[in-house]
């Protein structure tokens, strides 16, 4: 690994835990996606985002599930939906799993 951060870049990096509220379909995406929106607590609120997660979750499945994602990027214009935040998920080709705390915990902890 070339590419070091300091710890000091490393903490403006915000992740948060938050709560999937609802999972809608995005068919203007280029790639199959949702539409999400997701809970962060009373501190941040609900955030949008969209994922490319459609063939690893169905969105009935995806409503209530706790997820990790950054909260600190700036919005971002994908098609006609403005992203909010950004899932973090384990990559593999097309196989994408979302990062998920282990146990349920309070909407909005940050991540360190």
């Known amino acids: 690994m070339t590419n070091k951060l300091s710890w000091q870049d490393f903490e403006k990096v915000e992740m948060r835990v938050g709560t999937i509220l609802e999972a809608n379909d995005f068919p203007e995406a280029r790639n199959p996606s949702y539409q999400l929106l997701i809970d962060f607590g009373s501190e941040i609120g609900q955030r949008k985002t969209s994922a490319q997660i459609t063939t690893q979750y169905s969105r009935e499945e995806l409503i209530g599930k706790q997820v990790v994602a950054v909260v600190n990027f700036?919005?971002?214009?994908?098609?006609?939906f403005m992203s909010e935040c950004?899932?973090?998920?384990?990559v593999e080709g097309k196989n994408v799993t979302l990062l998920q705390p282990g146990k349920e915990v309070e909407n909005g902890l940050r991540i360190l």
């Open 74 to 80: 700036p919005k971002k214009q994908i098609a006609n």
């Open 86 to 90: 950004l899932v973090l998920a384990a």
